[in-house]
């Protein structure tokens, strides 16, 4: 079966641009991921989507990063303004069934990633 | 929240031997606390997990370990390989209803010397 697609996998932009990635999941899974993993650390989670709706997006900054999933199945992430900050790899996972539950369907499948680069 | 932490940073061994990658975690409440590998250009891959319920599960070279009362959890590599080189996290999170969010350690670079 194919995995998680992403795209691109590197950008480089000024800061104070703007950026999008895309994530197209596995197919028939209901929960999509965004994580940003900054160099030398493990991936942190920055929303969550149940099917087109949000779950969790606590650790987004509201303020630059937005994201989306409008028909359930692909989604994009976008940051504007970038920051410097801002550099990092940006991982798309889904899952069959929610983080949440105590299944062994919940197993996260991640995206290669988009590697980040602001200038 | 959940904090995880993860020792050492950097591990290099030779092959054949065997590597000990150690967590501990901060939530009480956790029962979920997978292992990810990741290699240069790729996202992190499952390769184990352990659930609350039992203290140690192996599946072929790879085992994992779980001391709740201590709280830390332990992934063990027996037998290396080159092709084991890889960052490896270890990760922790609670189950049950609503978002919970998996929380991971900073990861150990794995170094398999041939």
């Known amino acids: 079966e194919a995995g998680v697609a992403q795209s691109p996998r590197y950008k480089i932009i000024e800061k104070r641009q703007s950026v999008a990635f895309w994530c197209n999941p596995i197919s028939g899974h209901a929960t999509l991921y965004w994580y940003q993993q900054i160099l030398g650390q493990g991936p942190k989670l920055l929303i969550q989507f149940q099917n087109n709706g949000v779950v969790d997006d606590s650790q987004l900054p509201k303020d630059r990063f937005s994201a989306e999933r409008l028909k359930g199945v692909d989604s994009t992430l976008k940051i504007q303004p970038a920051k410097l900050e801002d550099s990092a790899v940006y991982l798309c996972?889904?899952?069959?069934?929610?983080?949440?539950?105590?299944?062994?369907?919940?197993?996260?499948?991640f995206g290669p990633g988009t590697r980040l680069t602001v200038l | 929240g959940e904090n995880v932490e993860q020792h050492p940073s950097t591990l290099s061994v030779q092959e054949g031997d065997s590597a000990v990658i150690k967590c501990t975690y901060s939530?009480?409440?956790?029962?979920?606390f997978p292992w990810y590998k990741q290699e240069l250009g790729k996202g992190p891959q499952l390769i184990i997990d352990?659930?609350?319920?039992?203290g140690e599960k192996k599946d072929q070279r790879i085992a994992v370990t779980l001391n709740k009362t201590a709280k830390h959890f332990s992934l063990h590599i027996t037998e290396t390989q080159p092709e084991d080189s890889a960052v490896y996290f270890c990760a922790a999170r609670r189950s049950g209803a609503g978002s919970y969010q998996l929380t991971f350690g900073k990861g150990t670079k794995l170094s398999v010397i041939p």
């Open positions: 996972a889904s899952s069959l069934r929610p983080s949440g539950m105590n299944s062994s369907y919940n197993e996260q499948f």
């Open positions: 939530d009480s409440a956790s029962n979920y």
């Open positions: 352990i659930r609350s319920n039992v």
